[in-house]
């Protein structure tokens, strides 16, 4: 899965979908000198999305969105990617962006990356690519998450997030998604766990293995958040979920990022939609998806 594959052009104007990812491991190893923390983490796209229009102006850079909790100026990371497409390679452009949100903000899911991820490939392509690979150090600079946003697929990522391995894809399980109604702070979350003696670590070495082998009852057996422990203490509601997911025959359930997103895997599309059922009747924002390679 790439970005650029899934934009369509039509004259002055790039449609892209903008991805969800979950986290199958998640792990802080530590803070590095410049504050940034060092982490080894598999992220997973879905199949639920954000459409990023994207149109050629003369000049200027204009934001509009349906999701009223997110800024139409240059607070958002999507203007912020505009404007260092056209900073960087000193093109006298603009770009008018309409972001239509599906996926939750401040989730844990990567869904403002995604967005930013997508106007730089979107703006790439309608000003003929003056980017190469380059793309990805602009990427890093809007966020950990961007440089995987527009790759996606099954990835390992490691460094600060910033160096990716694409990996094996998974089957397309079904996955449904929960988040409950509270936002959580990233920056908060990292200052939490630099606090903790002994977090609970993920074996990330041997979740790669089980998925470059296809063994996937040892992968669901070996995914965990080093985050979880301490997101959940703001948010009890997480291990809620995650318990009703496995009730209803989760493969497993873990809680994605910084949360507050729980989702749960399933083997089979009866399963996953008769738990979407039950939850969404107590969670305004449940969602079904897939797994998407």
């Known amino acids: 899965m790439n970005l650029y594959k899934d934009i369509v052009i039509t004259k002055n104007r790039a449609t892209a979908k903008s991805y969800a990812k979950i986290n199958l491991t998640l792990d802080v190893l530590g803070k590095l000198p410049n504050g940034y923390h060092e982490v080894k983490m598999i992220m997973q796209s879905i199949n639920l999305f954000d459409l990023v229009i ?43 962006i309409l972001i239509h949100k599906n996926i939750p903000v401040s989730a844990g ?12 490939c979107a703006l790439n392509i309608l000003y003929n690519m003056p980017l190469g690979d380059e793309i990805y150090d602009i990427a890093l600079s809007l966020g950990a998450d961007v440089p995987y946003c527009i790759d996606g697929g099954t990835c390992l990522a490691e460094g600060i997030g910033e160096k990716l391995t694409q990996l094996s894809p ?35 070495d041997k979740a790669l293995c089980a998925i470059e082998n ?9 995914m965990k958040n080093v985050m979880e422990e301490v997101t959940k203490k703001i948010c009890p509601e997480i291990e809620e979920i995650s318990e009703t997911m496995y009730r209803l025959d989760a493969r497993v359930s873990l809680m994605s990022g910084s949360g507050p997103t729980v989702y749960g895997i399933f083997e089979d599309e009866y399963s996953a939609k008769k738990a979407y059922d039950v939850l969404s ?13």
């Open 109 to 120: 899911l990567a869904g403002g990356s995604g967005n930013a991820a997508a106007v730089l």
């Open 281 to 293: 009747k107590k969670y305004q924002q449940t969602f079904f998806a897939h797994i998407l390679n």
């Open 54 to 96: 994207v149109d050629k102006v003369p000049h200027g850079i204009h934001i509009s969105t349906n999701c009223k909790f997110i800024p139409r100026n240059d607070k958002n990371i999507a203007y912020k990617a505009a404007k260092l497409f056209f900073e960087k390679t000193a093109i006298a452009g603009g770009a008018k």
């Open 214 to 222: 296809g063994d996937f009852d040892t992968l669901f057996k070996t």
């Open 170 to 204: 998974l089957p397309q399980f079904p996955v449904v998604l929960v988040k409950p109604p509270i936002s959580i702070s990233t920056a908060e979350i990292y200052k939490k766990i630099d606090l903790l003696d002994t977090p609970l670590h993920p074996d990330t």
